[in-house]
């Protein structure tokens, strides 16, 4: 591996590691003071380490064909976000076949992070567009 590729991949994963604490805090902070009530099908600390996992898979997988010479990753991008969306659906699907009562608050709960990460991810990614 290059010195390139671990120097990006470092610095990702502290950028990453930042930013799911910090959403998390925010989070878990707006649940517990405006969602006491509501019952959640899956834990919030799990939604997180979902999302980070995905997040530097995904980072690290075009990092690496970014720094082996392929500088083409759009198509690299444009698939794996497409595999993250389905690996999202299965996370999903013991909620989504349960008869757990109010579904509605847990797929916000996943969905409004999911996409602060996709932008995360996306902001992270442009500076390999951009050396283009």
């Given at each position: 591996m290059t010195t390139e590729f671990k120097k990006n991949q470092t610095s990702f994963l502290i950028q990453a590691v930042l930013f799911t604490l910090a959403l998390f805090g925010i989070h878990s902070y707006l649940i517990h003071y405006f969602g006491k009530?509501?019952?959640?099908?899956?834990?919030?600390?799990q939604l997180y380490?979902?999302?980070?996992?995905?997040?530097?898979?995904?980072?690290?997988?075009?990092?690496?064909?970014?720094?082996?010479?392929?500088?083409?990753?759009?198509?690299?991008f444009m698939i794996a976000t497409f595999l993250k969306m389905i690996l999202a659906i299965v996370f999903l699907l013991p909620l989504l076949v349960s008869?757990?009562?109010?579904?509605?608050?847990?797929?916000?709960?996943?969905?409004?992070?999911?996409?602060?990460?996709?932008?995360f991810e996306v902001f992270s990614l442009t500076k390999f567009l951009q050396k283009n």
């Amino acid at each position: 591996m290059t010195t390139e590729f671990k120097k990006n991949q470092t610095s990702f994963l502290i950028q990453a590691v930042l930013f799911t604490l910090a959403l998390f805090g925010i989070h878990s902070y707006l649940i517990h003071y405006f969602g006491k009530e509501i019952s959640f099908f899956f834990p919030l600390w799990q939604l997180y380490i979902f999302h980070f996992i995905i997040t530097a898979a995904l980072y690290t997988l075009i990092n690496y064909r970014y720094n082996s010479g392929k500088k083409d990753i759009f198509n690299t991008f444009m698939i794996a976000t497409f595999l993250k969306m389905i690996l999202a659906i299965v996370f999903l699907l013991p909620l989504l076949v349960s008869d757990f009562e109010n579904k509605q608050p847990d797929v916000f709960n996943f969905f409004i992070p999911y996409f602060l990460f996709l932008f995360f991810e996306v902001f992270s990614l442009t500076k390999f567009l951009q050396k283009n």
